[in-house]
């Protein structure tokens, strides 16, 4: 038992082995000293694969970062451009192809700054903003983004904030827009018809925090049980066919998933349904 | 993995102050038949750095009763000043590793 704990406290300070003299022949002695070069040299050739698999990582999303940036400046001169440009003397044609453009323009925008924004909080440099908020407005707020696409398509939309959820809260009420943003966008989306259902509630409360959870429920096509585990991460939506027949960049959920990570309790509930 | 150890020898410092055992582990690791040893000895733990930091080693018998060190406290030197080096720790029969023990290491020097 001493025996053991010497050589347990032995390898824990850095050994590799503990040999006590007198009790070994040459055969030992010749297999603990390649034991030990062997190990030694794996866990290096670990901590090389590792360092190095990092480093990719952070120059991958540097890059991302970087680019997304260089693609939004002149992005922007286009979109101001187009808009200045339908308040031109246009025949309806151009008119309708300006507009056009104009979208066209803002869908890229969109994309450029979700990548912008994967990678920065893949980076660790999200500074989540504190500051009073209302709840039912930060919520309606969303909500009423999306009321007329829904309405086009015919797909119900409605919001329930159950009565006992404190009206007013403190925390970052963008970052919690852009989640229900990415929930509510992507119910409609996959919702031919039906109704997407936004309900808010309390889970706990005490005095200086309170848990809430926020439901998107939709009667969309749903998400296959294998689907389910992956589409919270980056570039992966539910299906592969899902990308030929909805677009997308598969960023919004993973952005929401980085942001509930690294936001206040508050956030942490948010739980998508359908 | 050791297959060019076959051509080159595994290059080895021992830091051991006690002669005999010096002897007796150069004469084990000189028994081994298809293995070659190159054996440097230092007799005190601030020697062994200082060939440490100087030269290439491929492992270092290390050991826990030195004039300068002693215990598992010796191993957490040696590492934290040579990190990367494997080290075999090397312990008297039922000498507590903590104490350098000078006079029981063996009788056939006391």
Known sequence: ????RIIASAVQQGAED????????????????HFAIDRSQARDELAVARDSALESARLRSEFLANMS?????PLNGVIGMTRLLVDTPLSVDQQEMVEIARSSAQTLLRIVNDILDFSKISAGKTVLEE???????AVEGVVEIFAEQAHDKGVALDCRIESDVASLLRGDAGRLGQILTNLVGNAIKFTAHGKVTVRVGTVSE???????????????????LDGQRVIFNAFIQGEDSTTRRFGGTGLGLAISAQLVDVTVEMYRNSTLCN | MHSESDFKPIKL???????LDERLLRERLHAAPEWRF?????????????RLRSERFDLVL??????DSAGSETIARLHAEVPRIPILALRRWRTSALSPARCSRAPRIC
């Open chain 1, 1 to 4: 038992m001493e025996d053991e």
């Open chain 2, 13 to 19: 410092l021992l830091i051991e102050d006690n002669p």
């Open chain 1, 206 to 224: 005490a005095e200086n925090e309170c848990v809430l959870r926020f439901q998107v429920r939709d009667t969309g096509i749903g998400i296959p």
């Open chain 1, 18 to 33: 503990l040999l006590i003299k007198g009790t070994f022949k040459t055969d030992l002695l010749v297999r603990a000293i």
């Open chain 2, 38 to 50: 190159e054996i440097e000895t230092a007799d005190r733990l601030d020697r062994g750095l200082e």
């Open chain 2, 62 to 67: 290390l050991d826990l009763s030195l004039p």
């Open chain 1, 69 to 73: 940036h260089e693609i939004r400046t």
């Open chain 1, 131 to 137: 500051a009073d908020f209302d709840l039912a407005l």
